[in-house]
Structure formats: C-alpha cells, structure tokens
C-alpha cells in the first residue's frame, strides 16, 4: 500500500524566524506539495507563535531538522526538495522562509494555509480594537471597520473557474478600511523636520476622509506621524491630542504587535506603502497580501541623511 510523502515545516525560536517568514515559507512549500503530490504540517510547538497561532502539530520526533534562508541556502533547498521527491524517505523536516513569487502561489495553497494556521481569539480581538481607537479621523462620525477572521471558510477569492480570473475588487462600503504604511530602515532616524515633511507629504497624497490607520515599521515615527495627521473637521472642537499619544507603551514592536499588524494587514481594503529609500526595508505587509486580497499603492521618498538627530520621544 503507497504512503502520502510529508514535509513538516517546524519553527523554533532558536532559528529566529518570524510569523511572516512561517507565511512566506508554509505557502511556497504548500504549492511545491500541490505540484508534486507531497502532503505539508506544521509544528509550532516549540515557538512563542504557539501562543497566539492554533495549528496541529505534526510529531517531528526522530528525525532531523534541516534549516534553509531564502537569501543563502536556495538552491540546496530546490535540491534537497527534488531529492526527497524520489528517495525513500517518508518525512521531511524543513525551517524556512523560501519565498517563490506571489503569482505562482494558487488559491488552494492558501485554503490549505487557512487551515493549517489560524490566529488565536486575542489576536482578533487585539486588531479589532487598535482599528477602532486608532483611526485618524477617531473624532468624526464613522461606523466602526469591522475585522474578519483568516478562515478558510471566508476565503472569497478563488478564481472563477469558468474564466480563471478573480472577481473585481468590491466597493468601499463604511466599514472598510485602509492604511498608511511607513517602511524604513531600521538604522534610520528622521529627525523632527524631516518628520513634518513626510506627514506633509502623506497628507497632500492621500485623501484622509475615510477609515485609515497609520503603521510603521518604526514604531516611534508611526506615533509621531499619527499625531501630526490625525484628521480633525469639526469647526472649534479642542483635542489634547497627547492624551492618546502612547508615550508609556514601547517604542518598538512586540511579537504580537507583529500578529495584529499582520491581522491589520490582511484585513485592509487597501494599503499606501510611504518607503524610504537609502537602505533595504522589511516590506512586512506584503506576508499579508498573500493570504488575502489586499491593494497596494507605493510613494517613495528619499529624507535620510548621515548621523542626523533622532526624533524627539513623544510626551
């Protein structure tokens, strides 16, 4: 009687990858299964994920770990892959964050995604919460975004089967909502000026009369710009906008920071990606933009100098 070949992506905190690189690398070795008739699990057991992801965790007991980057080990990968594709080994243990181009990853390897990783009620509830509070235009009248769950049961982008393409982009309706996304390099501090300059730059690109939220991948610029564009219409109403500026919270992102956002992410109508140019960025959103139908615009600007001051702590 024949078996089913399994490949069990196993992350661990010792290898120190993400919850973006478990989607990047679960989906790329889920259409390599579908393609080759090889069966994908996980375990994440061992990984701080576990307490905010639900998955079944595949037994990895008795057999070897082996651990591959997308940036050194591709091409040992594709060929520890090809060979496990026609050697006697029933199971393969595999940590990766391989990443094969969006368009090659099908919708049934997202579904099998869905399945097989699902955020935990907290992380729901978590975004649910950061969106309502944290809307730019927060003192207008608006009708709360609402946030769904990444089930496989409200996938509802699959092809059409009859023309093969995905159906057109729905209409805005009022609980939908977009972001503002921030990328910049870590190494990268914008001093107070050039702060001013980029929420000016945001505010003449953007039309910020809908829901919208502003993340950044540094935390401390998100807070800043957030102040600097909150949307205020109402003639002679006085906010104290440092109230709600966030100063006691951490400056940097939190591991389940990382999963809100992601859960903020795939929920978004759209996303306007602002990327500072001098150095590589993360681009943490676009995880999300696998599991899920999310548009992007990009604005690039180019603020950063050598050794220029950190911006100023918000109090």
């Not at 990984?47 to 070897?64: D, E, F, K, W």
């Not at 243990?93 to 097989?116: P, Q």
């Not at 919208?212 to 401390?220: D, E, P």
Request: net charge negative.
């Amino acid at each position: 009687m024949g078996f089913t070949k399994t490949i069990i992506q196993l992350y661990s905190d010792k290898y120190q990858f993400t919850m973006n690189d478990l989607i990047t690398g679960t989906l790329s070795l889920l259409q390599y299964g579908l393609d080759n008739n090889i069966a994908i699990k996980v375990n994440l057991a061992d990984s701080y994920l576990s307490q905010y992801v639900i998955a079944v965790n595949s037994s990895t007991y008795g057999y070897p770990t082996k651990v591959y980057s997308t940036d050194t080990d591709l091409e040992i990968l594709y060929n520890d892959l090809e060979d496990f594709k026609t050697n006697t080994a029933p199971i393969l243990i595999v940590t990766t964050n391989w990443l094969i181009h969006s368009s090659s990853v099908t919708d049934f390897a997202v579904l099998e995604f869905k399945r097989l990783v699902q955020f935990a009620p907290l992380i729901y509830s978590l975004a649910a919460n950061r969106v309502t509070t944290q809307l730019l235009n927060i003192h207008l009248p608006h009708t709360d975004p609402v946030i769904t769950n990444l089930l496989a049961e409200n996938h509802a982008y699959l092809r059409d089967p009859i023309t093969c393409e995905r159906p057109k982009p729905s209409p805005w309706l009022p609980t939908d909502y977009s972001i503002i996304y921030v990328d910049i390099n870590e190494r990268v501090c914008l001093n107070y000026l050039d702060t001013i300059r980029l929420s000016e730059t945001i505010r003449s690109s953007l039309l910020l009369d809908k829901n919208i939220i502003l993340i950044s991948s540094n935390k401390m610029l998100g807070n800043c710009l957030t102040e600097h564009l909150e949307v205020n219409y109402v003639p002679e109403l006085i906010v104290d906008i440092d109230d709600a500026s966030g100063s006691l919270e951490s400056l940097s992102w939190e591991p389940i920071d990382e999963l809100v956002n992601l859960v903020l992410y795939a929920n978004a109508k759209k996303i306007y990606v602002f990327t500072e140019q001098s150095k590589p960025v993360t681009s943490s959103y676009l995880a999300a933009t696998r599991i899920s139908n999310v548009s992007l615009q990009h604005f690039k600007f180019f603020y950063s100098k050598v050794e220029i001051s950190p911006m100023p702590v918000l109090r």
